[in-house]
């Protein structure tokens, strides 16, 4: 089983900052991809940021050059510092661990739970 958690959701101003953390954890060979996503209500998850084994990052357009998505390979861990907050930015952030297992050989997809960020004056 693998485990994804999330924290350091929070309240906070306009033009402030947060850092999220994420933390895979369980029975796997190796983390792929990980990106981080957020959704407000009655609206679709959206993509914010991916961080690919690779090293290759993207953004979502609307966060590129405040945001930035950067990983600890050695701890399963991955980060997403937001700078410059805006109101449009409040949302449940959620991150996404792709996983590698043996026996067969497969790939997963595993979610955290959650953690609200809202930005407001």
């Known amino acids: 089983q693998v485990q994804v958690v999330e924290s350091g959701g929070g309240l906070v101003q306009p033009g402030g900052s947060l850092r999220l953390s994420c933390v895979a954890s369980g029975n796997f060979v190796r983390l792929h991809d990980m990106g981080w996503y957020r959704q407000v209500p009655e609206k679709e998850r959206e993509l914010v940021a991916l961080?690919?084994?690779?090293?290759?990052?993207t953004y979502a357009e609307s966060v590129r050059g405040r945001f930035t998505i950067s990983r600890d390979y050695a701890k399963n861990t991955v980060y997403l510092q937001m700078n410059s907050l805006k109101p449009e930015d409040t949302a449940v952030y959620y991150c996404?661990?792709?996983?590698?297992?043996?026996?067969?050989?497969?790939?997963?997809?595993?979610w955290g739970q959650g953690t609200q960020v809202t930005v407001s004056s």
């Open positions: 996404k661990a792709g996983v590698e297992v043996n026996n067969p050989p497969r790939r997963y997809d595993y």
């Open positions: 961080s690919a084994r690779s090293g290759t990052k």
